[in-house]
Nanobody, 113 residues
Framework: VQLVESGGGLVQPGGSLRLSCVAS????????MTWYRQGPGKERELVAG????????NYADSVKGRFTISRDNAKKTVYLQMNSLKPEDTAVYYC???????WGQGTQVTVSS
């Protein structure tokens, strides 16, 4: 069972990034998937979640209207599209399957001019 994130990097305020998380080792298309993040000196927080059928929700208030979670079950991949990025979005972003009980290794997102 494994989750592998990619797509992080350095971006200027107001920019966009799309994170990807590829799953293996479990029945991806039936599992609820989530994105979390942990900023410097902060606790890990839930960013968004999506059901196996693609219904998204549970967006953190701080990202509503800017971030969108989606998935492609054929590719066993969950995405996080991040727009209008702010410096306070700087964090390590993690993919998680609560049902499979597994975390990805994380991908760093830094928003800075």
């Amino acid at each position: 069972v494994q989750l592998v994130e990619s797509g992080g990097g350095l971006v200027q305020p107001g920019g966009s990034l799309r994170l990807s998380c590829v799953a293996s080792g479990f029945t991806f298309n039936t599992y609820y998937m989530t994105w979390y993040r942990q900023g410097p000196g902060k606790e890990r927080e839930l960013v968004a979640g999506i059901t196996g059928r693609g219904v998204s929700g549970n967006y953190a208030d701080s990202v509503k209207g800017r971030f969108t979670i989606s998935r492609d079950n054929a590719k066993k991949t969950v995405y996080l599209q991040m727009n209008s990025l702010k410096p306070e979005d700087t964090a390590v972003y993690y993919c998680r399957s609560p049902t499979a009980g597994v975390w990805g290794q994380g991908t760093q997102v830094t928003v800075s001019s």
